[in-house]
């Protein structure tokens, strides 16, 4: 993969998933411009994460500072660490990354889109 470039981060703003008292992580998942959907079945449970966590997330760190400051402010002092089931228990359909902070009230889902 050459230089990356961020696409679009989408921010889904959740509450009380799950019943009032669930805390729920922060959660983050990254996709690929123009994959397509059979690609991504492919592709999914061998993503380069290391690399996601060294390049990818601090380029979204940086634009949620400049853009989305509300959002900046609950996950800026996560520590993201790759799953292979952070968007499902049952099997590894939605790998992503899963932040260390738990927010009872508000946590965030951020779709990112690299190129
Ligand atoms: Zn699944």
């Known amino acids: 993969m050459g230089q990356i470039t961020l696409k679009e981060v989408r921010i889904e703003h959740e509450t009380k998933r799950g019943g009032e008292n669930k805390r729920t992580h922060h959660k983050m998942y990254i996709f690929i411009e123009n994959e397509t959907l059979l690609e991504n079945l492919n592709n999914r449970n061998i993503r380069p994460f290391k690399m996601y966590r060294e390049e990818v997330v601090p380029m979204v760190m940086e ?4 853009y ?20 499902c228990s049952m099997c ?18 951020l779709f990112v889109t690299i190129k």
């Open 63 to 66: 634009h949620l500072k400049r």
């Open 68 to 87: 989305e400051p509300s959002t900046y402010k609950l996950v800026k002092e996560s520590k993201w660490s790759w799953s292979k089931h952070c968007g």
């Open 92 to 109: 590894p359909c939605s790998p992503g990354f899963i932040s260390d902070i738990k927010d009872h009230e508000n946590h965030r889902t």
